[in-house]
Each structure stands twice: as structure tokens, then as C-alpha cells.
């Protein structure tokens, strides 16, 4: 059995994600804990999953753990989610199920990753913005031949020395065409005009 310890500030919290724990045979509840008690109730009992109602700017636990949260989406794509110790294997909404939250805990002490489906909107919405921007891009003023040539040399991974010695231009030249070919293409780095520039078949690789 999952041996699973329950935290929440609330004990109205606690009770509720208590009785899920219970009423599934695959998990056994080790005990309750307020976030006061946590680090101790962990040392005690050593659970394999820790389920908890948290805020995520709270310490890190040395313990899988299936966090509900208000906004799962945001708590996933944050910079917090950075620190490998975080030790956070799943984050939910606090509006999940008890199935969704069952199968989490048993995912988690599997070694897994646990997502509720609506988080996979987010590569929708990257997407989106993608098409957007290749929209975009090709709604925006055309590339000029040299600046088109500037970016097949770029294409080519050919420095900007090199380019400018191969079209006869000077390198100050080159940098200024490539600042207008980010402008046009709205991107950032030699990488991405490569990328759009691929998609708008401007370039050929």
C-alpha cells in the first residue's frame, strides 16, 4: 500500500483529502498534518506520497508530493517549478476529483509525472501564439534580395565577418541587415529568423 500523509492548513481540508485517502485500497493514510507540523509528521512517518492543499512558495519537502492548487496551469509553467527540489511530482486544481487525485498519488509513488488533462492547453496556447507570429511575419514589409541573402549565409551558419566578405558589403552592413531582418520577421536571434524563415520559405536548408 501507498503510505500517504495529508496536509492542509485547513482541518476541514485535511478531513476531506483524508477520507479520499481512505476510501481507496491502494493507499494507506499515515497521518494528518497542518503546515506547522509537516516536516515533522515527515520525519516520523516517512511517507512514500505526501498530498497536501499549499501555497507553492512554501519550502521544499524532501517527499513526492500531489499538490492542489488554485491554478495548476500557472503553478507548472512558473520559474518556481525550475528548482529540481521543488519535489512536487504532481499539481492539481482543488477542484480535482478523488479519481484524479488517487490516480496522482499512485502515479507519483511510481515515479511518474502527474498532469490533469486541461494542463496540456498550454501547448495549444503556444501553438496559437506560434501561428500568430508566422501571421504575422508574413503580413509584415518583405525581406529585400540582400537581406535575403544576408539570411541564407545565416542559414548556412556562416559569422557575420565571413558574410560580409562573401556579398562585398562591410560587417557593420551585415548587422544592419540582419536587425532588419529580425524586425521583419519578429524575432530575436539568428536562430529563430533561421526557423521563420524555413517556415516562410525564405530559405531552403
Same mark, same amino acid.
Given at each position: 500500500?501507498?503510505?500517504? *500523509?495529508?496536509?492542509?492548513?485547513?482541518?476541514?481540508?485535511?478531513?476531506?483529502?483524508?477520507?479520499?485517502?481512505?476510501?481507496?485500497?491502494?493507499?494507506?493514510?499515515?497521518?494528518?498534518?497542518?503546515?506547522?507540523?509537516?516536516?515533522?509528521?515527515?520525519?516520523?512517518?516517512?511517507?512514500?506520497?505526501?498530498? =497536501?492543499?499549499? =501555497? &507553492?512558495?512554501?519550502? @521544499?519537502?524532501?517527499?513526492?508530493?500531489?499538490? *492542489?492548487?488554485?491554478? @495548476?496551469?500557472?503553478?507548472?509553467?512558473?520559474?518556481?517549478?525550475?528548482?529540481?527540489?521543488? $519535489?512536487?511530482?504532481?499539481?492539481?486544481?482543488?477542484?480535482?476529483?478523488?479519481?484524479?487525485?488517487?490516480?496522482? #498519488?499512485?502515479?507519483?509513488?511510481? $515515479?511518474?509525472?502527474?498532469?490533469?488533462?486541461?494542463?496540456?492547453? &498550454? =501547448?495549444?496556447?503556444?501553438?496559437?501564439?506560434?501561428?500568430?507570429?508566422?501571421?504575422?511575419?508574413?503580413?509584415?514589409?518583405?525581406?529585400? @534580395?540582400? =537581406?535575403?541573402?544576408? &539570411?541564407?549565409?545565416?542559414?548556412?551558419?556562416?559569422?557575420?565577418?565571413? #558574410?560580409?566578405?562573401?556579398?562585398? #558589403?562591410?560587417?557593420?552592413?551585415?548587422?544592419?541587415?540582419?536587425?532588419? #531582418?529580425?524586425?521583419?520577421?519578429?524575432?530575436?536571434?539568428?536562430?529563430?529568423?533561421?526557423?521563420?524563415?524555413?517556415?516562410?520559405?525564405?530559405?531552403?536548408?
Amino acid at each position: 500500500m501507498i503510505r500517504t *500523509l495529508v496536509s492542509a492548513a485547513s482541518e476541514l481540508a485535511r478531513a476531506g483529502l483524508a477520507e479520499i485517502v481512505r476510501g481507496d485500497t491502494r493507499l494507506a493514510l499515515v497521518a494528518e498534518a497542518s503546515p506547522a507540523e509537516l516536516a515533522t509528521r515527515i520525519a516520523t512517518f516517512a511517507p512514500d506520497v505526501l498530498l =497536501e492543499d499549499v =501555497e &507553492l512558495d512554501r519550502a @521544499p519537502v524532501a517527499v513526492p508530493s500531489v499538490a *492542489l492548487v488554485d491554478d @495548476p496551469r500557472a503553478a507548472w509553467t512558473g520559474d518556481r517549478l525550475d528548482r529540481a527540489d521543488r $519535489g512536487a511530482h504532481a499539481i492539481l486544481g482543488r477542484d480535482a476529483s478523488a479519481g484524479e487525485i488517487v490516480a496522482a #498519488i499512485v502515479a507519483v509513488a511510481a $515515479g511518474l509525472v502527474a498532469v490533469q488533462p486541461r494542463a496540456f492547453a &498550454l =501547448e495549444d496556447d503556444v501553438r496559437a501564439r506560434s501561428a500568430a507570429g508566422s501571421v504575422a511575419a508574413q503580413q509584415s514589409e518583405p525581406l529585400t @534580395p540582400r =537581406e535575403r541573402g544576408v &539570411l541564407a549565409e545565416v542559414a548556412r551558419g556562416v559569422p557575420n565577418k565571413t #558574410i560580409a566578405g562573401r556579398l562585398g #558589403i562591410s560587417e557593420h552592413t551585415v548587422k544592419f541587415h540582419l536587425a532588419s #531582418i529580425f524586425a521583419k520577421l519578429g524575432v530575436s536571434s539568428r536562430t529563430e529568423a533561421v526557423a521563420q524563415g524555413v517556415r516562410l520559405g525564405l530559405v531552403m536548408l
